[in-house]
């Protein structure tokens, strides 16, 4: 099982990203897809989720409007795209696979740095 994350990096206030992450070694549509992040000293936090069809999503209040995630199951990959980015979005975040028949399924990516800072 692989969660490969990728499209973090420097990002002025203000301006977008939009990171990635492809999946292999499990039936990807069966599996809910979220968007965590964490900064240092302090919890994960989830930014963002989809479920497996793709037909719900949610967002923490924080990046509601500004943030979108979205999916492909026919490439085995979630995204993020973050807009109007905020100093204090800054944070790695990551990306985490949960099945939706045995939820304590649940896989991670390494992470991806995202830095928003003039």
């Known amino acids: 099982v692989q969660l490969v994350e990728s499209g973090g990096g420097l990002v002025q206030p203000g301006g977008s990203l939009r990171l990635s992450c492809a999946a292999s070694?499990?039936?990807?549509?069966?599996?809910?897809m979220s968007w965590y992040r964490q900064t240092p000293g302090k919890e994960r936090e989830l930014v963002a989720y989809?479920?497996?069809?793709?037909?719900?999503?949610n967002y923490a209040d924080s990046v509601k409007g500004r943030f979108t995630i979205s999916r492909d199951n026919a490439k085995n990959t979630v995204y993020l795209q973050m807009n109007n980015l905020k100093p204090e979005d800054t944070a790695v975040y990551y990306c985490?696979?949960?099945?939706?028949?045995?939820?304590?399924?649940?896989?991670w990516g390494q992470g991806t740095q995202v830095t928003v800072s003039s």
């Open positions: 985490s696979a949960r099945s939706e028949v045995a939820g304590y399924l649940v896989y």
């Open positions: 070694g499990f039936t990807f549509s069966r599996f809910a």
């Open positions: 989809i479920s497996g069809g793709g037909g719900t999503t």
